[in-house]
Structures are given as structure tokens and as C-alpha cells.
Nanobody, 126 residues
């Protein structure tokens, strides 16, 4: 059974940086897509960045050029480097894994994804 646990959230001023980490355990095959989603107050949950076993990535338009998703060689660790943070980035960030999604489908709002972490809070002050 695949499990994911996030860490690294916190508070930062606008323009600052944070790095989120996710520990991924269990049988992660190459079919799995991993990613970061966030829940911003008053808005529906949205995909932020996703990555597949071949290091292909996809980002939400709102974070392109500011956020970078990466993983270690064994896919046991997933990271999200967040630079030039903005107050609108404030929210709860979730590490997510899905066995059959692709980078092209994982951020589809209608898709039900397999595995979610408990979330980590990121607060960006003006």
C-alpha cells in the first residue's frame, strides 16, 4: 500500500522561499504519477505540479517559473521548491500519488486520485 507524508510547510514573507518534502513509501511502480496539490481558502483544490517516472513535469500556470517539482532516484522522496512566494500561494499543500494518471490527466479537477497525504500548511504574508 502506497503512503505519502508531507513536511516542510511554514510561514514566510512574500518573495521568500520554502521547500516541501514528501516521503513516499510502498510499491511505487513506474506507472505512478506523483504530484503536489493545494487547497486555498474559498477555492476548490487544485493541482500545482506533477511528475512521472521519466521526470516529465507539468505545472499550473499560476506557479510556472516559481515552483520546481523533483524526486529522488528511487521516488521515495518528492519535493516542491517554491520561490518568489506570493500571498495567494497560501494554503494547505498535499502530496498525491496515483497509479494510472499521467502528467496530462492528473491535474484534471474531476479525477479522483488514489493516495493523499494529510497536508502541510503554507502561509505567505504580504
Amino acid at each position: 500500500q502506497v503512503k505519502v507524508v508531507e513536511s516542510g510547510g511554514g510561514s514566510v514573507q512574500a518573495g521568500g522561499s520554502l521547500r516541501l518534502s514528501c516521503m513516499v513509501s510502498g510499491p511505487i511502480s513506474e506507472t505512478y504519477c506523483l504530484g503536489w496539490f493545494r487547497q486555498v481558502e474559498g477555492k476548490r483544490r487544485e493541482g500545482v505540479a506533477v511528475i512521472d517516472a521519466w521526470e516529465r513535469t507539468r505545472y499550473a500556470d499560476s506557479v510556472k517559473g516559481r515552483f520546481t517539482i523533483s524526486q529522488d532516484n528511487n521516488r521515495n522522496r518528492l519535493y516542491l521548491q517554491m520561490d518568489n512566494l506570493k500571498p495567494e500561494d497560501t494554503g494547505t499543500y498535499y502530496c498525491v500519488a496515483d497509479r494510472v494518471a499521467t502528467i496530462g490527466t492528473m491535474m484534471d479537477p474531476a479525477r479522483v486520485l488514489d493516495v493523499w497525504g494529510q497536508g502541510t500548511l503554507v502561509t505567505v504574508s504580504p
